[in-house]
């Protein structure tokens, strides 16, 4: 039963993984900022990690079990493996810290990498002086280091989001621009998400029972901030437009895949720039009707996404 309940929750994971990223992947097709590429290449990284650094170990546990191995052996290995992960880790905190950057449009430079490089070595520092002035020499792999383990990536990751934080409240405070409304609530729930993380990760020892939902609760966090920002991305991001339209190029392609004229003048507002709600607003019509005759386009022509359709009419 207990296995069975595992199985369903690692598809569930599964599935929140998968969604997240065809968001985050979505999101660079429509509007291809560098924020949403940031964010894209976060999101990757901390799904890797997620599923090395909570799934692996689970899987080998169950997999040495069945071979009859000691437990302290079994231990030792499933708490040493998250730290393989360390790398998708390294990377996701350095794609946060650009993410503040390019989400209040300045440009980050070499700063995302000398923060990142400064703060990962102030920490680490910290890490090894308690290390040699605390009696710590003689742990093992053993639950004590899965504590001692799980503190320094929670203490590192809480670092990354407060320096996230506090680079986005810096710079949008210094700017008068309308997207503050989406922006803050955006980084407060990146926050909030942090900490459901830190706080449902040291009960994950008390029953596999208790573990299995907070390993669910750890893919669905970063979700909330991801389907919060789908919801008002066409607020304060604007879509791709075809800066060189070629009337020829359209016209060929009205003619080859036979577009329809409503068709047409959504693919005619698209080029423009224009979010799925301001076609709505243009042309009389639902957001629903509008969404509808994009698939019909995408599908006629063969092609997935409003980037490939601007790819198509540029000149």
Not at 157 to 181: D, N, P
């Amino acid at each position: 039963m207990l296995s069975l309940t595992f199985i369903v929750v690692f598809i569930f994971c599964a599935a929140i993984a998968i969604a997240s990223l065809l968001v985050g992947h979505q999101f660079i097709t429509t509007y291809n900022t560098e924020f949403h590429r940031n964010y894209f290449y976060y999101l990757v990284t901390f799904f890797s990690f997620a599923f090395y650094g909570i799934w692996a170990p689970i899987i080998t546990q169950a997999l040495l079990a069945s071979m009859e191995n000691a437990d302290n052996v079994i231990g030792a290995v499933a708490n040493f493996l998250p730290v393989l992960g360390v790398p998708f880790l390294v990377i996701s905190w350095i794609m946060l810290v650009k993410m503040g950057f390019s989400l209040v449009g300045v440009p980050s430079k070499n700063r995302a990498f000398y923060m990142h490089l400064v703060f990962l070595v102030l920490f680490m520092a910290a890490i090894l002086g308690v290390y040699f002035f605390a009696d710590v020499k003689d742990w093992s792999f053993g639950e004590q280091f899965a504590y001692v383990e799980m503190g320094i990536f929670m203490g590192l990751e809480l670092g990354y989001m407060l320096l996230f934080t506090g680079i986005v409240w810096y710079y949008s405070k210094k700017q008068k621009r309308a997207s503050k409304k989406i922006i803050r609530p955006f980084v407060q729930l990146m926050l909030l998400a942090l900490l459901l993380r830190i706080m449902v990760l040291p009960f994950a020892f008390n029953s596999p029972w208790i573990l299995a939902v907070l390993i669910l609760l750890y893919f669905l966090s970063n979700f909330i901030p991801l389907f919060y920002l789908k919801l008002n991305a066409h607020r304060i991001f604007a879509p791709l437009y075809a800066e060189y339209p070629n009337e020829a190029k359209k016209e060929f392609i009205y003619s080859k895949y036979q577009i329809s004229k409503r068709e047409k003048e959504v693919v005619e507002q698209i080029c423009l720039g224009k979010t799925n709600q301001q076609i709505a607003d243009e042309l009389f019509i639902s957001l629903q009707t509008v969404k509808d005759h994009t698939h019909r386009i995408y599908t006629k022509i063969g092609i997935n996404s409003r980037m490939k359709l601007v790819q198509m009419v540029n000149g």
